[in-house]
């Protein structure tokens, strides 16, 4: 008898013997009655039953939401490329049809099935780490050398940029306060929210218009991208003092929820980031498993830092990319991991959840949509004709000026990013809510077309020699 045929014969006679025993143990079970005998037997169900009851559970209902929202960013996305746009933005509008707007609307059963409302929660949290991760390679985006040579010109139209829309925002609401305040809003944070939303730039949307062009090595797009950096980081500087005072029952709570802050960034920016590179290795082509734990560990350390504060949590994922490393372009490397995760699979819940806020039909009278259309012609004033006005001013001829306006006055992303703290705050109502998600989207929509326009101007533009 051969080697192998003994060991096949030793295995067939193992397995069947414990086929047997196994047989024998559940035979014997089987007479067993558990301790709760008295309760009653549970109904037989079908397949069909049986599936119908597993698609309840709340793991399984997530499952069903990803693919949707996947499904539909990616299509979203494609076409709006086909059309000049990024794919960003299709994806924004991707989670606006996903809402009451259209599919709540055109076929409700599928929207109650796909988005019911006890699901919602877990839906939220997931959006939430989505945003702390975004927020997290902007702040990896921004530079020093998107600064040089132009932090003269930068600061100047950035802050106008800033200061304009902001103005007309907190004049704004004083017209509509009384009407569309949120049920937590005093007048002090409404008004600064509407500040904060006509003044926002998308700094990623804009980056990667510049990139799909061909215009980031060039003058102008290298003003654009210093501009953007600036705005950025004074923005979210304003927001996290809104958020500070919103959150805070009295200015003593504000106050020391500031000096919080400017502790923490102080600490991030003088200690955090020179130990940094001492804690990892960022020599490699690839960054090392342990150089990304400290990665995601900061991120989350310092996300969890500025939530305990109270200028929510997305500040510290911000200020956390900001102190990363740069060594051997080891922040290109961790960007492009992050990102890919959170582009494809975190943003477009956080786009769907925004959708599933914004229900156009409570815009519904002609009133509304004046005030609605009223919000958007005052946003695009404000924010492209200070920046174009700012920027002749320190020299750049009108067809660049008016350029810089058109890039300047998208919002993206970063602009829902403001919205969705506000309306969680009880600071903006789901009307205003809605109105502010359509100037978003309509501001983003008309970067390109006006870029194209303002590119046709024939002829060089006189400089203008700015005053001493």
Same mark, same amino acid.
């Given at each position: 008898m051969s080697s192998w045929f003994r060991q096949f014969l030793v295995y067939a006679v193992v397995v069947l013997l414990s086929i047997l025993l196994i047989g024998l143990i559940i035979q014997y079970g089987a007479a067993l009655a558990p301790a709760a005998a008295s309760a009653p037997a549970a109904d037989a169900k079908g397949l069909f039953g049986t599936i119908h009851d597993n698609m309840a559970h709340p793991l399984s209902r997530l499952f069903v939401q990803l693919l949707v929202i996947i499904a539909a960013a990616r299509l979203a996305g494609a076409v709006f490329v086909r059309f000049g746009l990024p794919a960003v933005v299709g994806e924004m509008t991707a989670g606006l049809l996903l809402g009451? %707007? *259209? =599919?709540?609307? &055109?076929?409700?059963?599928?929207f109650a099935f796909v988005f019911p409302t006890d699901s919602l929660g877990a839906l939220r949290l997931f959006s939430q780490i989505g945003i702390c991760l975004f927020m997290f390679t902007v702040g990896m985006e921004l530079r020093s050398d998107h600064l040089r040579h132009k932090v003269r010109s930068a600061v100047a139209v950035s802050h106008a940029s800033i200061a304009v829309p902001f103005l007309l925002g907190t004049a704004l609401a004083t017209v509509l306060f009384e009407k569309l305040a949120g049920p937590q809003a005093s007048f002090r944070a409404f008004a600064l929210f509407l500040g904060i939303s006509l003044s926002i730039t998308a700094f990623p949307v804009l980056a990667r218009i510049l990139q799909e062009r061909g215009m980031t090595h060039t003058p102008l797009g290298a003003t654009a991208i210093a501009c953007a950096a600036v705005d950025d980081v004074t923005a979210w500087s304003i927001m996290a003092f809104v958020v500070a005072i919103s !959150? %805070? %029952? /009295? +200015?003593? #709570?504000?106050? &020391?929820? +500031? &000096? *919080?802050? *400017?502790l923490f960034v102080v600490v991030m920016l003088t200690v955090v980031k020179r130990i940094l590179p001492r804690w990892m290795d960022t020599s490699g082509q690839e960054p090392s498993s342990s150089a990304l734990a400290i990665v995601v560990f900061v991120m989350v350390a310092a996300s969890l830092s500025t939530e305990l504060i109270g200028i929510h949590a997305l500040f510290g994922a911000f200020l956390a990319g900001v102190v990363m490393p740069d060594r051997n372009d080891f922040r290109d490397r961790v960007r492009v991991r992050v990102e890919k995760f959170s582009s494809v699979m975190l =943003?477009? *819940?956080?786009f769907a959840f925004t959708g599933l806020r914004t229900e156009i039909g409570l815009i519904s009278s002609m009133g509304d949509? +004046?005030?609605c259309a009223a919000i958007i012609v005052l946003a695009t004033i404000g924010k492209l004709g200070a920046t174009a006005i700012a920027a002749r001013w320190t020299g750049m001829g009108w067809r660049d000026s008016l350029q810089l306006g058109a890039l300047m006055n998208t !919002?993206?992303?970063?602009? =829902?990013?403001?919205?969705?703290? #506000?309306? /969680?705050? #009880?600071? =903006?109502s789901p009307q205003i809510f809605t109105m502010l998600v359509i100037m978003a989207l309509v501001t983003t929509f008309m970067t390109g077309p006006l870029l194209t326009l303002f590119q046709r101007g024939q002829g060089? /533009?006189?400089? +203008?020699n700015r005053p001493s």
């Open positions: 009451p %707007s *259209l =599919l709540g609307w &055109v076929w409700p059963q599928a !959150r %805070s %029952s /009295d +200015l003593a #709570g504000a106050a &020391v929820a +500031l &000096v *919080l802050a *400017l =943003l477009p *819940l956080f949509w +004046l005030i !919002r993206g992303l970063m602009e =829902l990013i403001a919205l969705n703290i #506000g309306y /969680d705050l #009880g600071i =903006l060089q /533009d006189m400089p +203008l």
